[in-house]
Structures are given as C-alpha cells and as structure tokens.
C-alpha cells in the first residue's frame, strides 16, 4: 500500500530537549512538507522540500529544523528553542511538476506534548 | 488579512440535510482547489479536488469553484453521522508547490 507513516504516533518531551519526528513516504512524491494544527489556527506551514537536498522555511519555521538526505523521508527536529511545542504535527507530500495538478496527502500525524 | 478564510463553525445538522460549506480567498493566482476532511486526532484526507473553476461531483459531494468571486463551496448531500469530522478547504496557485489551507470548519450530523 502507497502512504505516509509518521512516528511516533504521540510524544512527549521534557523542557530544553530536542525530538524528532519521523515521516516517511513511498509515494515516490519529491515535495514533501511539514505543518503544525494548534485548534482554530488550521494549518501552519513550517518547512517544505520539493526535491532532495533542498528545502525552504515555511510561515513559522523558528526553532524547527529538518533535513532531506533522501526522497522517501523528511524528518522534523523540534529544538528547545520552540517556545510552544506541543501540538498537532503532520506530514504531507504531493507530486511535483510545474503546471501539472498536484494533491496532498497527509499521514496519521504525530502529537506532540511537553511536559 | 489571511490568504484563506473559512468559517470555523461549528455546524450541526439533522442525518439526511444538505450542508453547504464555504471558504474564500484573496489571492487571483489561485488555481488548483482541494477539500480534506479530518476525524478527530487523525491526518486529514483528500475528499475532492478541483482545478480552476466549475463543478465537480463525487457521490454525495459536489465542490463548487467560482474564480470571478473568489470563493469557492463544498455540498453533502443526504449528510450520515460518519460525516461528522472536519473539513479543511486548501488551494494553491500554478507555481510553486505551497498550499494554503483555511483554519476547517466543524460538522455534526445528528442521527
């Protein structure tokens, strides 16, 4: 089955710690993404690659960091410079091409609390 | 003002009604238009996907796209209490691969 699993599914962190969360697809997309859902606030963009080795700071990237060494994974570091961590995390990716339509799919999501 | 607006709710409504949900948006270069429905604590999922304006149905879902107005409306007809969930408008313009999403709108459907 093609999708996007993210672990782990919830989290907890204690103050001045970094974590991170894993997502991985096999969707064969390039771009994949990260956002936050804090309730009444929708989805918040923090960091998105469109292809390997590259990717930009999305609306509210402070204190988070990411890496794409493959196309399959895109994993998140939560640093202890967040100030508010705790939240909803998803992943996403979607097919690449310019003028070519393109849909997001989601994973599971990964909660994150700190304690 | 935000890229995306749409009404939070919540919105409650008796199984069998038509519920009309609604976002709009101020950005021209928007072309491409998706509707994710999410259940509680769970990713959302794509439920209908549109490029540019015009209709488009899927069963009981029909999303509608009226670029000269900006806004743009998913209906569900004969609405099911599996409905319940939120449901997350996003869109996005031909260039770059950025989306926008509204802050979701809360149904229930009450049996």
């Known amino acids: 089955d093609g999708g996007i699993t993210q672990s782990p599914k919830y989290l907890f962190r204690k103050e001045g710690q970094n974590v991170t969360l894993s997502c991985e697809q096999n969707l064969n997309h390039d771009a994949m993404y990260w956002y936050r859902q804090d309730p009444g606030q929708g989805l918040r963009l923090i960091y998105y690659s469109q292809i390997v080795n590259d990717f930009q700071k999305g609306d509210i990237a402070e204190g988070y960091s990411v890496s794409r060494e493959k196309k399959e994974s895109f994993p998140l570091t939560v640093t202890s410079a967040q100030k508010n961590p705790t939240a909803f995390y998803l992943c996403a990716s979607s097919a690449s091409g310019g003028s070519s339509y393109n849909e997001q799919f989601f994973g599971p999501g990964t909660r994150l609390t700190v304690l | 003002q935000k890229e995306v607006e749409q009404d939070p709710g919540p919105l409650s409504v008796p199984e069998g009604a038509i519920v009309s949900l609604n976002c709009t948006y101020s950005n021209s270069a928007f072309q491409y238009f998706m509707w994710y429905r999410q259940y509680s604590r769970k990713g959302p999922e794509l439920l209908m996907y549109t490029y540019s304006s015009g209709n488009k149905e899927d069963g009981r879902f029909t999303a509608q796209v009226d670029k000269s107005s900006k806004y743009i409306s998913l209906f569900i007809r004969d609405s099911q209490p599996s409905d319940s969930a939120t449901y997350l408008c996003?869109?996005?313009?031909?260039?770059?691969?950025?989306?926008?999403f509204g802050t979701g709108t809360s149904l229930t459907v009450i049996p």
């Open positions: 996003a869109m996005r313009a031909n260039t770059g691969n950025q989306f926008y």
